[in-house]
């Protein structure tokens, strides 16, 4: 069978328009693959930090002292992770790239406008019931409002 040249021109028509389709659907999944990545590694850094307290009563006042944890896996473009912490609690907090696509994407995080190196982080984790959209210092004082009025 021999293909005419309208032939040949509606094929390779069809083959660059799936060719552009997974293209974008690529990097989609691998700016997904990225923020999964950040979700987990926040996770991981949350559990390290918990068990860095329970051996020495309080949590460490930089990541640089704890070895071999994750970094952002974007941080050549600007991306990195933010710890804040007052020795009795932490939060940690990420910049997903995906935006609002993203399921774990939290605008009140972002409202805060923390930067994430470059970028406004938009995700974290903390410990026990910190809340993310708060400082520590405003849960503290929170806290301190709610044992005045039980006393």
């Known amino acids: 069978m021999i293909f005419t040249k309208k032939d040949s021109i509606a094929v390779f028509i069809i083959l660059l328009v799936i ?3 997974s293209f974008f659907n690529f990097r989609v999944a ?3 693959g990225r923020d999964n990545e950040r979700e987990n590694d926040l996770g991981d850094i949350g559990k390290v930090l918990d068990t860095y307290k329970g051996q020495n009563s309080a949590y460490p006042p930089s990541l640089a002292i ?3 944890l994750p970094k952002d896996p974007s941080t050549p473009n600007g991306y990195s992770y933010l710890y804040l912490t007052d020795g009795k609690y932490f939060q940690i907090y990420a910049s997903l790239e995906g935006l609002t696509d993203e399921s774990q994407y939290n605008p009140a ?5 923390l930067k994430c190196g470059n970028y406004i ?3 974290g984790v903390s410990s ?3 809340p993310l959209d ?3 210092q405003e849960y503290e004082n ?3 409002a709610q044992n005045a009025k039980k006393k």
């Open 142 to 144: 929170v806290l301190d």
């Open 109 to 113: 995080i972002a409202k805060l406008g």
């Open 19 to 21: 060719a552009i389709i």
């Open 30 to 32: 691998l700016r997904r």
């Open 128 to 130: 026990g019931n910190i």
């Open 121 to 123: 982080c938009n995700f």
């Open 66 to 68: 704890i070895k071999n």
């Open 134 to 136: 708060k400082s520590i």
